[in-house]
Nanobody, 115 residues
Framework: QAQLVESGGGLVQPGGSLRLSCAAS????????MGWYRQAPGMQREYVAT???????NYGVSVKGRFTISRDNAKNTVELEMNSLKPEDTAVYYC?????????WGQGTQVTVSS
């Protein structure tokens, strides 16, 4: 069964940093673009970042320059390094995998930025 499991969420002060991780099933990771999305209460799901199978990265305008996405195909993991965090970054962060054959979502991990 294909599965994505996020971890690393928590409470952090404004200006702080946090690292999220996503572990994926081996049968889907190597052939999928991986990404992170987030959703705050009462808001639409927002694109955060993606990384392709060859390592090409893209970022949403609200996080560009502050967040870094990376993947390790050997470990079947994708990471999101978040720096200079703002209260507006508070949301549930979801790991995503997608290809021509479909898409998968993790259960989400809560990130709260507050002082």
């Amino acid at each position: 069964q294909a599965q994505l499991v996020e971890s690393g969420g928590g409470l952090v002060q404004p200006g702080g940093s946090l690292r999220l991780s996503c572990a994926a099933s081996g049968n889907i990771f190597s052939t999928n673009t991986m990404g992170w999305y987030r959703q705050a209460p009462g808001m639409q799901r927002e694109y955060v970042a993606t990384v392709t199978t060859d390592g090409t990265t893209n970022y949403g305008v609200s996080v560009k320059g502050r967040f870094t996405i990376s993947r390790d195909n050997a470990k079947n993991t994708v990471e999101l390094e978040m720096n200079s965090l703002k209260p507006e970054d508070t949301a549930v962060y979801y790991c995503n995998a997608h290809s021509l054959h479909g898409a998968y979502w993790g259960q989400g991990t809560q990130v709260t930025v507050s002082s």
